[in-house]
Antibody
Framework: QVQLVESGGGVVQPGGSLRLSCVAS????????IHWVRQAPGKGLEWVAF????????YYADSVKGRFTTSRDNSKNTVYLHMNSLRAEDSAVYFC???????????????WGQGTMVTVSS | QSALTQPASVSGSPGQSITISCTGT?????????VSWYQQHPGKAPKLMIF???NRPSGVSNRFSGSKSGNTASLTISGLQAEDEADYYC??????????FGGGTRLTVL
């Protein structure tokens, strides 16, 4: 079964850091770009970041640029979201999601993880 | 990166058809055929329903269809069923090589 599984969420103080992981199974992971999308409690979806299938390019939402970075290790079928200088407004469920077409960014996410909750609070 | 504009809520009776709009600009919806639609039930991850404006992924009912005119994309659900009650989100690729979502639409099946 094709799936993505996120981990690494938790409670962190403002200004702190956290690293999320997204592990993929049963698909040609290295051929597909992976996105991060977040959803604050009771709110809508917000795109956060994208990393290309080969890891050579990353793109970020203005709201996280300079604070978050995404990376991947194709030998481990894993994508990471490194979050620094966290703010209360970063509190959300974070999903990773796979692009439907390999090799490009076209905003169609066909496989999603179950999400991991990040809470930024003192 | 302003969010795409969707109505906050729509409703319809079983068997009816409804349409949800998603309005952006020439830098996103109007500039590319990379608009997708997602269905999200409470506490669940979103599910891709439409991609590339009007394509359905395998396994998605043909009651769901998508279209686009200018800067506005639309999702139509025909033959409404109780299980269609959910939140629906559009998104689009943008000229800044980013992705923007709509604010979401709550569909109520009366």
């Amino acid at each position: 079964q094709v799936q993505l599984v996120e981990s690494g969420g938790g409670v962190v103080q403002p200004g702190g850091s956290l690293r999320l992981s997204c592990v993929a199974s049963t698909f040609a992971f290295s051929r597909y770009g992976i996105h991060w999308v977040r959803q604050a409690p009771g709110k809508g979806l917000e795109w956060v970041a994208f990393i290309r299938h080969d890891g050579y390019n990353q793109y970020y939402a203005d709201s996280v640029k300079g604070r978050f970075t995404t990376s991947r290790d194709n030998s481990k079928n894993t994508v990471y979201l490194h979050m620094n200088s966290l703010r209360a407004e970063d509190s959300a469920v974070y999903f990773c999601a796979k692009e439907i077409v390999g090799g490009i960014l076209q905003s169609a996410f066909d496989i999603w993880g179950q999400g991991t909750m990040v809470t930024v609070s003192s | 990166q302003s969010a795409l504009t969707q109505p906050a809520s729509v409703s319809g009776s079983p068997g009816q058809s409804i349409t949800i709009s998603c309005t952006g600009t020439s830098s996103d919806v109007g500039g590319y055929n990379y608009v997708s639609w997602y269905q999200q039930h409470p506490g669940k991850a979103p599910k891709l329903m439409i991609f590339e404006v009007s394509n359905r992924p395998s396994g998605v009912s043909n009651r769901f269809s998508g279209s686009k005119s200018g800067n506005t994309a639309s999702l139509t659900i025909s033959g409404l069923q109780a299980e269609d009650e959910a939140d629906y989100y559009c998104n689009s690729y943008t000229s800044a090589t980013t992705v923007v979502f709509g604010g979401g639409t709550r569909l109520t099946v009366l």
